[in-house]
């Protein structure tokens, strides 16, 4: 099953996203609908767009923890991972189930797609990169001791962090299994926004684009190698666009589980030189409902702090899916 789109006159006006806080750390006490507020705003002001001017807006949320983030948006749920989490039992009860069968089923995926023991150094790699997010994060104010704090980045990375600490972790899914702390995505909290506008508006507005999408392709696959999602959405999103990964000078595929990433980059002979060059999910964090936009963002102003032309971005999805975006840098 794929779904195939070229886009002919679509632009990247602005790319913002609030730094991205650990579980329960300083971002808790922020909804879901304050966090994608204050990056929509802050997307808005870079673009200079007025408000007024939006015809379209499209959010999405996943394990969200208040209910008026559910009624800000319609969520497209990934396969059976999450549902939304109420105080009542009975939500909590399902949460939990679909906690478990997630647990399962990463091992799973793990074993079947072959990679198990390069791990470790994988995931110190994604560690290593302190990034250059200046341009695509908006600060955000946090409680601090003495009162209120300017937050400007990620709080989950640990550049600190060893082999040899990695390596005494305990398997986290099942006794014996590959996946640990270090070595998968945090979950996280955080918020990103893009403003995208038709070549007409350009004109009509007087507005600056930052990137062209190119194209994108939605596919789906095997539910037992989900994570291998982004391979034939990388590739059918590559062909529609008349370009080849030669063609790409940046590559992001998230990082979901440091196996699934390197099965990917195993599958499409990725150079590690122009992939994921600033780390990934895997130190920064995944909040489910923003990593798509947050991998788009950093695209975006990566290929103009370095100069590209070109980059593709993309990511598995529960249930057996992978999508992919390309992008052009029109600097």
């Not at 983030?69 to 105080?87: D, F, H, I, M, T």
């Not at 908006?138 to 990375?157: C, F, L, N, Q, Y």
Request: proline share 4%; with cysteine.
């Amino acid at each position: 099953l794929s779904l195939l789109c070229v886009c002919v006159g679509v632009f990247i006006v602005s790319a913002k996203r609030t730094p991205f806080g650990t579980y329960g750390g300083v971002l808790k006490d922020h909804s879901a609908t304050d966090l994608a507020e204050h990056a929509a705003k802050a997307a808005l002001v870079a673009g200079n767009v007025a408000p007024e001017l939006v015809n379209s807006v499209i959010v999405g949320n996943v394990m969200q923890q208040r209910l008026s983030a559910v009624l800000l948006c319609v969520q497209r749920y990934r396969g059976n991972r999450y549902y939304y989490r109420s105080k009542s039992d009975q939500h909590e009860k399902t949460n939990n189930w679909a906690g478990n069968m997630l647990m399962f089923h990463v091992e799973v995926n793990m074993k079947r797609l072959g990679i198990r023991f390069k791990n470790d150094s994988f995931q110190k790699d994604c560690y290593g990169e302190a990034g250059h997010y200046n341009a695509e994060i908006a600060p955000i104010d946090v409680k601090a001791k003495k009162g209120k704090v300017s937050m400007t980045s990620d709080e989950h990375p640990r550049p600190q962090t060893t082999l040899e600490q990695m390596a005494k972790l305990p398997s986290v899914f099942k006794k014996g299994g590959t996946v640990t702390a270090a070595n998968a995505s945090g979950v996280s909290d955080g918020a990103a926004a893009v403003v995208l506008a038709s070549e007409d508006a350009l004109k009509a507005h007087k507005l600056t684009p930052l990137a062209r999408i190119v194209a994108y392709h939605t596919s789906g696959c095997d539910p037992s190698i989900m994570g291998i999602g982004p391979v034939p959405a990388i590739t059918e999103a590559l062909k529609k666009a008349g370009l080849s990964l030669e063609d790409m000078d940046l590559v992001e595929v998230n990082e979901a589980f440091a196996s699934q990433y390197l099965a990917v980059a195993k599958a499409l002979g990725l150079d590690p030189a122009k992939t994921n060059v600033n780390g990934g999910a895997i130190a920064i964090g995944h909040p489910l409902g923003a990593s798509g936009t947050r991998i788009t963002a950093h695209l975006v102003h990566e290929l103009r702090r370095r100069g590209g032309k070109y980059a593709v971005g993309s990511a598995c999805i529960g249930g057996g899916q992978g999508i992919a975006i390309v992008l052009e840098n029109t600097n």
